[in-house]
């Protein structure tokens, strides 16, 4: 066994929610299984699975068999089912995925006292008001002619 493979323990957890094939060979599951943890582990591509894990073809096939059968959900319930019997269960340990919760860094354990909340508050609310620089304006600046023959534009403002 190699450094990270699974264990007898873990195996006999994990095997019976593994789908195969209803015809054919039965493929070496655990070979499968422990190349598609390697691979994830390391982020190496596909084609870079050391041989002792048999040809990668064969354990990318396999990943895309339990993939479009949805193995991998079902094997993630099975064994927070199993460790919850066991009272091995730790809510804390629960994770959001960063893809689907963005948050500034500056965002993470911010404390505030009562006075800067309140300042922060008061800026807030007086910028509400504030007018605000209309860049559309900039583009409607005078012509360059009226800016080279001196005349003032409509508004009454100052030649470029």
Same mark, same amino acid.
Request: charged share 25%; net charge negative; glycine share 8%.
């Given at each position: 066994m190699a450094r990270g493979?699974?264990?007898?323990?873990?195996?006999?957890? +994990?095997?019976?929610h593994l789908p195969?094939?209803?015809?054919?060979? +039965?493929?070496?599951l655990r070979?499968?299984?422990n190349a598609v943890m390697w691979r994830f582990r390391t982020g190496s591509p596909w084609r870079d699975l050391p041989s002792e894990f048999g040809p990668w073809q064969s354990a990318y096939d396999r990943f895309r068999i339990w993939v479009g059968q949805g193995a991998f959900q079902q094997l993630m319930e099975a064994v927070i089912a199993e460790a919850a019997a066991r009272g091995?269960?730790?809510?804390?340990?629960?994770?959001?995925?960063?893809?689907?919760s963005w948050a500034h860094h500056h965002a993470a354990g911010m404390i505030l006292d009562a006075e800067q909340l309140a300042?922060?508050?008061?800026?807030?609310?007086?910028?509400?008001?504030?007018?605000?620089?209309?860049?559309?304006?900039?583009r409607d600046s005078p012509t360059p002619t009226t800016a080279l023959n001196g005349t003032r534009p409509a508004d009454g403002t100052a030649p470029a």
């Amino acid at each position: 066994m190699a450094r990270g493979d699974l264990t007898d323990e873990q195996w006999a957890l +994990i095997e019976p929610h593994l789908p195969i094939a209803a015809v054919g060979p +039965i493929p070496d599951l655990r070979k499968h299984f422990n190349a598609v943890m390697w691979r994830f582990r390391t982020g190496s591509p596909w084609r870079d699975l050391p041989s002792e894990f048999g040809p990668w073809q064969s354990a990318y096939d396999r990943f895309r068999i339990w993939v479009g059968q949805g193995a991998f959900q079902q094997l993630m319930e099975a064994v927070i089912a199993e460790a919850a019997a066991r009272g091995e269960t730790d809510m804390g340990l629960v994770s959001v995925d960063s893809a689907t919760s963005w948050a500034h860094h500056h965002a993470a354990g911010m404390i505030l006292d009562a006075e800067q909340l309140a300042a922060l508050e008061a800026a807030v609310e007086s910028e509400k008001g504030a007018p605000r620089r209309n860049k559309s304006r900039e583009r409607d600046s005078p012509t360059p002619t009226t800016a080279l023959n001196g005349t003032r534009p409509a508004d009454g403002t100052a030649p470029a």
